[in-house]
Protein backbone atom coordinates (compact mmCIF):
# COMPACT_ATOMS: atom_id res chain seq x y z
CA UNK A 1 0.00 0.00 0.00
CA UNK A 2 1.17 3.59 -0.93
CA UNK A 3 1.57 5.94 1.91
CA UNK A 4 1.35 9.77 2.01
CA UNK A 5 5.15 10.30 2.57
CA UNK A 6 5.45 14.33 2.05
CA UNK A 7 2.93 17.07 3.16
CA UNK A 8 4.42 21.16 1.81
CA UNK A 9 2.81 23.96 2.38
CA UNK A 10 3.93 26.48 -0.84
CA UNK A 11 3.10 30.14 -0.61
CA UNK A 12 3.50 32.22 -3.51
CA UNK A 13 2.10 35.72 -4.08
CA UNK A 14 2.04 36.09 -8.33
CA UNK A 15 -0.38 39.06 -8.14
CA UNK A 16 -2.11 38.02 -4.74
CA UNK A 17 -1.29 35.41 -2.56
CA UNK A 18 -1.94 31.80 -2.38
CA UNK A 19 -1.41 28.70 -0.36
CA UNK A 20 -1.07 25.33 -1.62
CA UNK A 21 -1.12 21.88 -0.20
CA UNK A 22 1.10 19.33 -1.94
CA UNK A 23 1.17 15.87 -0.99
CA UNK A 24 3.83 13.32 -2.03
CA UNK A 25 2.90 9.40 -1.95
CA UNK A 26 5.39 6.82 -0.76
CA UNK A 27 4.90 5.94 -5.36
CA UNK A 28 5.68 9.33 -6.04
CA UNK A 29 2.22 10.44 -6.99
CA UNK A 30 1.47 14.27 -5.85
CA UNK A 31 -1.86 15.80 -4.92
CA UNK A 32 -2.59 19.47 -4.96
CA UNK A 33 -5.04 21.29 -2.65
CA UNK A 34 -5.66 24.80 -2.31
CA UNK A 35 -5.81 26.35 1.46
CA UNK A 36 -5.66 29.76 0.66
CA UNK A 37 -7.82 32.16 3.14
CA UNK A 38 -7.82 35.62 2.09
CA UNK A 39 -6.49 38.01 4.36
CA UNK A 40 -5.37 34.84 7.20
CA UNK A 41 -3.04 32.94 4.80
CA UNK A 42 -0.69 32.44 7.19
CA UNK A 43 -3.18 31.22 9.73
CA UNK A 44 -4.13 28.31 7.69
CA UNK A 45 -0.57 27.45 6.76
CA UNK A 46 -0.04 26.91 10.00
CA UNK A 47 -2.57 24.88 10.83
CA UNK A 48 -1.69 22.88 7.84
CA UNK A 49 2.13 22.70 8.28
CA UNK A 50 2.00 22.61 12.48
CA UNK A 51 -1.08 20.37 13.51
CA UNK A 52 -2.06 18.32 10.33
CA UNK A 53 1.27 17.46 8.50
CA UNK A 54 2.15 15.60 11.42
CA UNK A 55 -1.06 13.42 11.14
CA UNK A 56 -1.05 12.74 8.02
CA UNK A 57 2.44 11.00 7.54
CA UNK A 58 1.62 7.17 6.72
CA UNK A 59 -1.90 7.51 6.61
CA UNK A 60 -3.16 5.48 3.20
CA UNK A 61 -3.88 8.56 0.56
CA UNK A 62 -6.79 6.53 -1.16
CA UNK A 63 -8.61 7.00 2.21
CA UNK A 64 -10.27 10.45 1.37
CA UNK A 65 -13.61 10.46 3.51
CA UNK A 66 -11.40 8.78 6.68
CA UNK A 67 -9.06 10.77 6.54
CA UNK A 68 -11.94 13.99 6.20
CA UNK A 69 -13.43 12.42 9.01
CA UNK A 70 -10.52 11.73 11.02
CA UNK A 71 -9.80 15.63 10.78
CA UNK A 72 -12.97 17.10 11.54
CA UNK A 73 -14.05 15.21 14.28
CA UNK A 74 -10.66 14.20 15.05
CA UNK A 75 -9.87 18.16 16.19
CA UNK A 76 -12.58 18.65 18.61
CA UNK A 77 -12.79 22.11 17.39
CA UNK A 78 -15.44 22.11 14.20
CA UNK A 79 -15.72 24.47 11.61
CA UNK A 80 -14.42 27.58 11.33
CA UNK A 81 -13.21 29.13 8.03
CA UNK A 82 -9.69 28.12 8.87
CA UNK A 83 -10.07 25.04 9.90
CA UNK A 84 -12.23 23.86 6.94
CA UNK A 85 -9.70 25.61 4.85
CA UNK A 86 -6.99 23.67 6.02
CA UNK A 87 -8.97 20.39 5.70
CA UNK A 88 -10.48 21.09 2.13
CA UNK A 89 -6.91 21.63 1.09
CA UNK A 90 -6.22 17.88 1.99
CA UNK A 91 -9.41 17.18 0.74
CA UNK A 92 -8.44 18.33 -2.72
CA UNK A 93 -5.34 17.03 -2.28
CA UNK A 94 -6.00 13.30 -2.21
CA UNK A 95 -9.02 13.37 -4.92
CA UNK A 96 -5.99 14.72 -6.91
CA UNK A 97 -4.51 11.65 -5.80
CA UNK A 98 -7.17 9.66 -6.60
CA UNK A 99 -7.77 10.33 -10.31
CA UNK A 100 -3.94 10.04 -11.04
CA UNK A 101 -3.67 6.71 -9.39
CA UNK A 102 -7.03 5.56 -11.21
CA UNK A 103 -5.65 7.62 -14.88
CA UNK A 104 -8.79 9.18 -14.69
CA UNK A 105 -10.45 12.97 -14.58
CA UNK A 106 -11.58 13.73 -10.41
CA UNK A 107 -14.99 14.68 -12.42
CA UNK A 108 -15.15 10.99 -13.60
CA UNK A 109 -14.98 9.90 -10.11
CA UNK A 110 -17.58 12.44 -9.11
CA UNK A 111 -19.76 9.83 -11.59
CA UNK A 112 -19.27 11.90 -14.70
CA UNK A 113 -20.90 14.68 -16.91
CA UNK A 114 -24.16 15.83 -16.31
CA UNK A 115 -24.01 18.65 -18.71
CA UNK A 116 -21.90 19.90 -21.45
CA UNK A 117 -20.21 22.39 -20.01
CA UNK A 118 -19.84 24.71 -16.70
CA UNK A 119 -21.99 28.00 -17.38
CA UNK A 120 -19.78 31.18 -15.36
CA UNK A 121 -20.24 34.67 -14.55
CA UNK A 122 -17.68 37.23 -14.94
CA UNK A 123 -17.42 41.10 -13.54
CA UNK A 124 -18.51 44.09 -14.75
CA UNK A 125 -17.55 47.15 -13.27
CA UNK A 126 -17.71 50.49 -13.39
CA UNK A 127 -16.23 54.07 -12.24
CA UNK A 128 -20.00 55.71 -13.65
CA UNK A 129 -22.83 53.80 -15.42
CA UNK A 130 -21.26 54.83 -18.86
CA UNK A 131 -18.19 52.27 -17.98
CA UNK A 132 -20.29 49.75 -16.28
CA UNK A 133 -22.22 49.45 -19.86
CA UNK A 134 -18.90 49.63 -21.45
CA UNK A 135 -17.81 46.90 -19.58
CA UNK A 136 -20.39 44.92 -20.03
CA UNK A 137 -20.77 45.03 -23.83
CA UNK A 138 -17.10 43.75 -23.67
CA UNK A 139 -17.89 40.84 -21.78
CA UNK A 140 -20.56 40.33 -23.96
CA UNK A 141 -18.09 40.62 -26.83
CA UNK A 142 -16.11 37.54 -25.43
CA UNK A 143 -19.22 35.42 -25.38
CA UNK A 144 -19.80 35.55 -21.53
CA UNK A 145 -23.64 34.59 -20.88
CA UNK A 146 -23.85 35.76 -17.41
CA UNK A 147 -22.52 39.11 -16.13
CA UNK A 148 -22.70 40.25 -12.56
CA UNK A 149 -22.97 44.06 -12.45
CA UNK A 150 -21.32 46.34 -10.25
CA UNK A 151 -21.04 50.80 -10.48
CA UNK A 152 -19.36 52.86 -8.16
CA UNK A 153 -22.06 55.02 -5.75
CA UNK A 154 -21.25 58.26 -6.45
CA UNK A 155 -19.39 59.83 -3.45
CA UNK A 156 -19.02 56.63 -1.86
CA UNK A 157 -15.34 55.35 -1.53
CA UNK A 158 -16.36 51.88 -0.01
CA UNK A 159 -18.34 51.03 -3.17
CA UNK A 160 -17.80 47.07 -3.45
CA UNK A 161 -16.60 45.21 -6.96
CA UNK A 162 -15.33 48.34 -8.98
CA UNK A 163 -12.17 47.34 -10.73
CA UNK A 164 -9.91 49.89 -11.33
CA UNK A 165 -7.39 47.87 -14.00
CA UNK A 166 -7.34 44.93 -15.84
CA UNK A 167 -8.24 42.78 -12.59
CA UNK A 168 -10.17 43.57 -9.34
CA UNK A 169 -7.91 43.11 -6.78
CA UNK A 170 -9.58 43.88 -3.15
CA UNK A 171 -6.94 42.76 -1.01
CA UNK A 172 -4.97 45.11 -1.93
CA UNK A 173 -3.06 47.09 0.71
CA UNK A 174 -0.22 45.74 3.56
CA UNK A 175 -2.24 47.08 6.18
CA UNK A 176 -6.17 47.54 5.93
CA UNK A 177 -7.77 50.45 3.74
CA UNK A 178 -10.43 51.95 5.03
CA UNK A 179 -13.46 53.35 3.31
CA UNK A 180 -16.67 55.65 3.42
CA UNK A 181 -20.27 53.64 3.08
CA UNK A 182 -23.63 54.80 2.71
CA UNK A 183 -26.51 52.54 2.41
CA UNK A 184 -28.68 55.62 1.73
CA UNK A 185 -26.37 56.21 -1.14
CA UNK A 186 -26.27 52.73 -2.45
CA UNK A 187 -30.30 51.80 -2.21
CA UNK A 188 -30.95 55.27 -4.24
CA UNK A 189 -28.25 54.19 -7.08
CA UNK A 190 -27.97 50.48 -7.49
CA UNK A 191 -31.52 49.86 -8.58
CA UNK A 192 -31.29 53.02 -11.14
CA UNK A 193 -28.07 51.75 -12.93
CA UNK A 194 -28.99 47.86 -13.23
CA UNK A 195 -32.27 49.55 -15.09
CA UNK A 196 -29.97 50.78 -17.28
CA UNK A 197 -28.23 47.64 -17.96
CA UNK A 198 -31.48 45.89 -18.55
CA UNK A 199 -32.63 48.51 -20.76
CA UNK A 200 -29.51 48.38 -23.08
CA UNK A 201 -29.07 44.96 -23.25
CA UNK A 202 -32.49 43.37 -22.72
CA UNK A 203 -33.50 40.14 -21.05
CA UNK A 204 -31.44 37.58 -23.28
CA UNK A 205 -28.22 38.16 -20.49
CA UNK A 206 -28.23 36.53 -16.91
CA UNK A 207 -27.25 39.65 -14.43
CA UNK A 208 -26.68 39.26 -11.68
CA UNK A 209 -25.56 42.09 -8.69
CA UNK A 210 -23.49 41.30 -5.53
CA UNK A 211 -24.72 43.41 -2.46
CA UNK A 212 -22.06 42.30 0.31
CA UNK A 213 -23.62 41.86 2.99
CA UNK A 214 -24.23 45.69 3.31
CA UNK A 215 -27.80 45.95 3.87
CA UNK A 216 -30.10 44.64 6.88
CA UNK A 217 -32.92 42.61 5.76
CA UNK A 218 -35.62 44.73 5.58
CA UNK A 219 -33.55 47.16 3.33
CA UNK A 220 -32.59 43.91 1.55
CA UNK A 221 -36.33 43.39 1.04
CA UNK A 222 -36.81 46.85 -0.55
CA UNK A 223 -33.97 46.60 -2.48
CA UNK A 224 -35.29 43.15 -3.86
CA UNK A 225 -38.30 44.29 -4.53
CA UNK A 226 -37.35 47.62 -6.20
CA UNK A 227 -35.15 45.22 -8.90
CA UNK A 228 -37.93 42.84 -9.29
CA UNK A 229 -38.91 43.64 -13.12
CA UNK A 230 -35.22 43.68 -13.84
CA UNK A 231 -35.61 39.97 -13.33
CA UNK A 232 -31.84 39.18 -11.78
CA UNK A 233 -30.49 35.85 -11.69
CA UNK A 234 -29.56 37.06 -8.33
CA UNK A 235 -29.12 39.33 -5.49
CA UNK A 236 -25.82 38.15 -3.77
CA UNK A 237 -25.26 38.42 0.26
CA UNK A 238 -28.37 40.92 0.68
CA UNK A 239 -27.73 40.90 4.47
CA UNK A 240 -24.59 39.52 6.84
CA UNK A 241 -25.10 35.51 5.91
CA UNK A 242 -24.55 34.88 9.67
CA UNK A 243 -27.68 35.18 10.77
CA UNK A 244 -29.59 32.16 8.88
CA UNK A 245 -33.21 33.62 10.23
CA UNK A 246 -32.64 36.63 8.71
CA UNK A 247 -33.24 35.57 5.01
CA UNK A 248 -36.82 35.02 6.13
CA UNK A 249 -37.81 38.19 5.95
CA UNK A 250 -36.86 39.21 2.65
CA UNK A 251 -37.94 36.39 0.98
CA UNK A 252 -41.37 37.21 2.39
CA UNK A 253 -41.37 40.70 0.56
CA UNK A 254 -39.69 39.59 -2.87
CA UNK A 255 -39.35 37.54 -5.78
CA UNK A 256 -36.00 38.57 -6.26
CA UNK A 257 -33.77 34.90 -6.06
CA UNK A 258 -31.41 35.04 -3.37
CA UNK A 259 -27.75 33.47 -3.21
CA UNK A 260 -25.74 33.47 -0.16
CA UNK A 261 -22.85 31.43 1.50
CA UNK A 262 -19.44 32.41 0.17
CA UNK A 263 -18.16 33.11 3.55
CA UNK A 264 -20.09 30.26 4.95
CA UNK A 265 -17.96 26.63 6.02
CA UNK A 266 -19.68 23.67 6.92
CA UNK A 267 -23.43 22.43 5.98
CA UNK A 268 -24.65 23.32 9.69
CA UNK A 269 -23.96 26.87 8.17
CA UNK A 270 -26.35 26.71 5.58
CA UNK A 271 -28.66 24.21 6.89
CA UNK A 272 -31.67 26.25 7.52
CA UNK A 273 -31.17 28.24 4.69
CA UNK A 274 -31.45 25.11 2.68
CA UNK A 275 -33.96 23.23 4.53
CA UNK A 276 -36.72 26.30 5.02
CA UNK A 277 -35.79 27.14 1.50
CA UNK A 278 -34.93 30.98 2.46
CA UNK A 279 -32.23 30.93 -0.60
CA UNK A 280 -32.00 29.81 -4.33
CA UNK A 281 -28.23 29.46 -4.52
CA UNK A 282 -25.55 29.02 -2.60
CA UNK A 283 -22.50 29.36 -2.84
CA UNK A 284 -19.99 27.65 -0.52
CA UNK A 285 -16.68 26.04 -2.36
CA UNK A 286 -14.62 23.62 -2.46
CA UNK A 287 -11.89 25.82 -0.38
CA UNK A 288 -13.98 27.22 2.19
CA UNK A 289 -16.11 24.80 3.18
CA UNK A 290 -14.22 20.86 3.64
CA UNK A 291 -13.38 19.99 0.24
CA UNK A 292 -14.81 18.10 -2.54
CA UNK A 293 -16.27 15.14 -0.24
CA UNK A 294 -17.88 18.14 2.09
CA UNK A 295 -19.26 20.16 -0.66
CA UNK A 296 -21.29 17.60 -2.33
CA UNK A 297 -22.37 16.54 0.87
CA UNK A 298 -23.94 20.24 1.12
CA UNK A 299 -24.88 20.14 -2.65
CA UNK A 300 -27.06 17.28 -2.35
CA UNK A 301 -28.87 18.29 1.10
CA UNK A 302 -29.56 21.77 -1.26
CA UNK A 303 -31.06 19.63 -4.47
CA UNK A 304 -33.83 18.28 -1.59
CA UNK A 305 -34.99 21.36 -1.38
CA UNK A 306 -34.62 22.90 -5.24
CA UNK A 307 -31.70 24.97 -3.93
CA UNK A 308 -29.07 24.99 -6.81
CA UNK A 309 -25.10 25.69 -6.44
CA UNK A 310 -23.66 28.67 -7.77
CA UNK A 311 -19.88 28.81 -5.94
CA UNK A 312 -17.64 31.49 -4.82
CA UNK A 313 -15.10 31.74 -7.52
CA UNK A 314 -13.01 35.25 -6.78
CA UNK A 315 -9.62 35.50 -8.01
CA UNK A 316 -8.18 35.05 -3.80
CA UNK A 317 -9.67 31.05 -4.62
CA UNK A 318 -6.57 29.80 -6.13
CA UNK A 319 -6.76 27.62 -9.52
CA UNK A 320 -6.59 24.67 -7.76
CA UNK A 321 -9.68 25.50 -6.48
CA UNK A 322 -11.05 26.59 -10.42
CA UNK A 323 -10.33 23.10 -11.18
CA UNK A 324 -12.03 21.23 -8.42
CA UNK A 325 -14.94 23.92 -8.88
CA UNK A 326 -15.29 22.78 -12.17
CA UNK A 327 -15.33 18.58 -11.61
CA UNK A 328 -18.12 19.46 -9.00
CA UNK A 329 -20.10 21.62 -11.33
CA UNK A 330 -19.97 19.15 -14.03
CA UNK A 331 -21.67 16.63 -12.04
CA UNK A 332 -23.83 18.22 -9.61
CA UNK A 333 -27.23 17.43 -10.67
CA UNK A 334 -28.24 20.48 -9.05
CA UNK A 335 -25.53 22.99 -10.11
CA UNK A 336 -26.92 26.60 -11.42
CA UNK A 337 -24.00 28.78 -12.25
CA UNK A 338 -20.08 29.31 -10.98
CA UNK A 339 -18.36 32.32 -10.39
CA UNK A 340 -15.07 32.86 -12.63
CA UNK A 341 -12.90 35.97 -12.08
CA UNK A 342 -9.86 34.17 -13.52
CA UNK A 343 -5.89 35.06 -12.44
CA UNK A 344 -3.05 36.96 -13.39
CA UNK A 345 -1.37 35.64 -16.40
CA UNK A 346 1.81 35.18 -13.67
CA UNK A 347 -0.67 33.10 -11.41
CA UNK A 348 -1.75 31.08 -14.62
CA UNK A 349 2.33 30.04 -15.19
CA UNK A 350 2.72 29.09 -11.35
CA UNK A 351 -0.67 26.96 -11.93
CA UNK A 352 0.13 25.15 -15.11
CA UNK A 353 -3.20 23.68 -16.82
CA UNK A 354 -5.94 26.13 -15.24
CA UNK A 355 -9.55 25.42 -17.05
CA UNK A 356 -10.14 28.83 -19.19
CA UNK A 357 -13.72 29.90 -20.44
CA UNK A 358 -14.47 29.91 -23.85
CA UNK A 359 -17.96 30.95 -24.99
CA UNK A 360 -18.85 31.21 -21.45
CA UNK A 361 -17.99 28.07 -20.40
CA UNK A 362 -15.64 25.93 -18.34
CA UNK A 363 -14.47 22.68 -19.17
CA UNK A 364 -12.86 20.01 -16.98
CA UNK A 365 -9.40 18.95 -17.60
CA UNK A 366 -9.38 15.52 -19.25
CA UNK A 367 -5.87 14.69 -17.89
CA UNK A 368 -6.07 12.22 -14.61
CA UNK A 369 -6.66 14.05 -11.40
CA UNK A 370 -7.39 18.02 -11.50
CA UNK A 371 -4.78 18.64 -14.20
CA UNK A 372 -2.84 21.22 -12.28
CA UNK A 373 1.09 21.06 -12.41
CA UNK A 374 2.45 23.44 -9.35
CA UNK A 375 5.56 25.04 -10.88
CA UNK A 376 7.97 25.81 -8.14
CA UNK A 377 10.33 27.61 -10.10
CA UNK A 378 7.70 30.32 -11.12
CA UNK A 379 6.42 30.06 -7.56
CA UNK A 380 9.88 31.24 -6.00
CA UNK A 381 9.70 34.27 -7.74
CA UNK A 382 7.14 35.67 -6.00
CA UNK A 383 7.56 35.76 -2.40
CA UNK A 384 4.58 36.19 0.00
CA UNK A 385 3.27 39.82 0.97
CA UNK A 386 0.88 40.49 3.72
CA UNK A 387 -2.21 41.61 2.11
CA UNK A 388 -6.22 42.59 3.48
CA UNK A 389 -9.15 43.12 2.40
CA UNK A 390 -10.40 47.05 3.27
CA UNK A 391 -12.50 48.04 6.19
CA UNK A 392 -15.54 49.64 5.37
CA UNK A 393 -17.06 52.61 8.10
CA UNK A 394 -20.16 54.79 7.71
CA UNK A 395 -20.49 57.99 7.26
CA UNK A 396 -20.44 58.57 10.98
CA UNK A 397 -17.34 56.71 11.58
CA UNK A 398 -18.32 53.47 12.38
CA UNK A 399 -17.56 50.11 11.21
CA UNK A 400 -19.59 48.57 8.71
CA UNK A 401 -20.02 45.15 7.20
CA UNK A 402 -17.29 45.49 4.16
C1 LIG B 1 -17.44 37.60 -4.80
C2 LIG B 1 -16.89 37.97 -3.48
C3 LIG B 1 -15.46 38.36 -3.44
C4 LIG B 1 -15.01 38.60 -2.01
C5 LIG B 1 -13.61 38.12 -1.84
C6 LIG B 1 -13.12 38.28 -0.42
O1 LIG B 1 -18.65 37.52 -4.89
O2 LIG B 1 -16.66 37.33 -5.70
O3 LIG B 1 -17.78 38.74 -2.75
O4 LIG B 1 -15.10 39.39 -4.30
O5 LIG B 1 -15.12 39.92 -1.65
O6 LIG B 1 -13.53 36.81 -2.25
O7 LIG B 1 -11.91 37.64 -0.25
MG1 LIG C 1 -19.75 37.96 -3.19
Not at 64 to 87: C, F, H, N, S
Not at 129 to 138: F, G, I, N, Q, T
Not at 353 to 358: E, I, Y
Request: net charge negative; charged share 20%.
Amino acid sequence: MATIDRVEVLVTSPGRNFVTLRITTSDGVTGLGDATLNGRELAVASYLRDHVAPLLAGRDPARVEDTWQYLYKGAYWRRGPVTMTAIAAVDVALWDIKGKVAGLPVYQLLGGRSRDGVLVYCHASGVDVAALVDDVAAYREKGFKAIRAQAAVPGVSGTYGIRKGAYYEPAATALPEEQLWSTEAYLDFAPAYLAKVREKFGFGLHLLHDVHHRLTPIEAARFGKSVEELRLFWMEDPTPAENQEAFRLIRQHTTTPIATGEVLNSIWDVKQLITEQLIDYVRTTTVHAGGITHLRRIFDLAALYQVRTGSHGASDLSPVTVAAAVAVDISQPNFGIQEHMGHTIETYEVFRGTPQVTDGLLHPSEEPGLGIEYDDEVAARFPYQPRYLPVARNLDGSVHDW
